[in-house]
């Protein structure tokens, strides 16, 4: 008999919740092949099988187990199953007398028929199958569906009520971490927000022009995230005190630029971080976004990934936000909010026009971020955003750089 226990996310973590369980107890399960999700307060990590054998589960999903503690077994001395011969899967209905034989028949679905009708719970013996030899295809539940689903046609004598229920379930580890991390930040930070708007038709339009290009030789797409990460970066180097922490009675300032990412992942708020990304191109800053966005959103993102970052960059804007005050990650001082982008009449050179604006807010410490220096940053990302062209130098006259002055 083989134990399998809780492994250990990372320092500092001493328990974990049993987020949920992929195999049933009883299940044969192989080697190396992953049977529950773990969640912590800081990510989302998954068990493996040690060995071959029969699952026998411990710990019920939900509960909160200790790190190193036994949560399942395997039995290594039970034998594999025999796997059918015939990959086609049957589903018996109750038997029923033919009417010409009297001998019992039993109905058969193709997969694609029993997959449809598990999920929509449909009585397979009132279905007639048209395949060969009676068989039930897809057609055939889906028809039977469209058959039996009643018709509504509302009138104005028609009266509804809503049903007044409700359902709770517990917090994971993950939503209570990062509840108990914002409120810490309102509690502890003298936090502050400040604003702008940025002219985004530089950018719209170099991407415009060259987003196929950049995609066939690059292999990824030119997003905004990719420009803003490095407008912060050469902000940042201006404004160092936006890119450090406060330790104590102690200000520690960072000579490299970690960006955290924040993104929207189904168990919450998760914030990957780019290492050193003011030395990485718009390529490589898109790739690194798109391969740690995808492991957040499917659990398989590590602490590792997720720590040590500087400062942070969130896009309300993809959700349609217009505006809003985003909250510190904490230990930094600083965080970058992006917004949606709207068409709106803007004054240029004395005339009106209609261009695409962006609003981005800068929410900081003001323990260690002076009004100046807050603003100061902002507008400089403003710039670097309204002149791409000087961003992709980093913040060189390209003309000089083009003359090696």
Known sequence: ???????????????????????????????????????????????????NGILNILVEEGQTVAVGNVVATIDTAAAAPAKAENKEQVLSAPKQE????????????????????????????????????????????????????????????????????ATREKMSMLRKKLSQRL?????????????????????????????????????????????????????????PAVNAYIDGEEIEYHNYYDIGIAVSAPKGLMVPVIRNAETLTLAMIESQIMDLATKARDGKITIEEMTGGTFTITNGGVFGSMLSTPIINPPQAAILGM?????RPVAINGKVEVRPIMYVALSYDHRIIDGRESVGFLVKVKQMLEDPIKLMFAGDDPSKKLLGL
């Open 183 to 239: 409120v810490a930040v309102k509690n502890t930070t003298a936090m502050l927000t400040t604003f702008n708007e940025v002219d985004m038709s530089a950018i719209m339009n170099l991407r415009t022009k060259y987003k196929d290009t950049f995609k066939e030789k690059h292999g990824v797409g030119l997003g905004f995230m990719s420009f803003f990460t490095k407008a912060v970066c050469e902000s940042l180097k201006l404004y």
């Open 339 to 343: 917004h949606n982008i709207v068409e």
């Open 98 to 165: 033919s009417k010409t034989n009297g001998v019992q028949a039993e109905k058969i679905l193709s997969p694609a028929a029993r997959k449809i009708a598990t999920e929509k719970n449909i009585m397979v013996e009132s279905v007639s199958g048209t395949g060969k030899g009676g068989r039930i295809t897809k057609q055939d539940i889906v028809s039977s569906t469209a058959k039996n689903t009643p018709s509504y046609t509302p009138t104005d004598t028609t009266i509804t009520t809503g049903e007044r229920t």
């Open 1 to 51: 008999m083989l134990e399998l226990k809780v492994p250990s996310p990372g320092e500092s973590i001493t328990e974990v919740q049993i987020a949920r369980w992929l195999k049933k107890n009883g299940d044969y399960v192989e080697k190396d092949e992953e049977i529950a999700e773990i969640d912590s307060d800081k990510a989302t990590l998954t068990l493996s099988a040690e060995a």
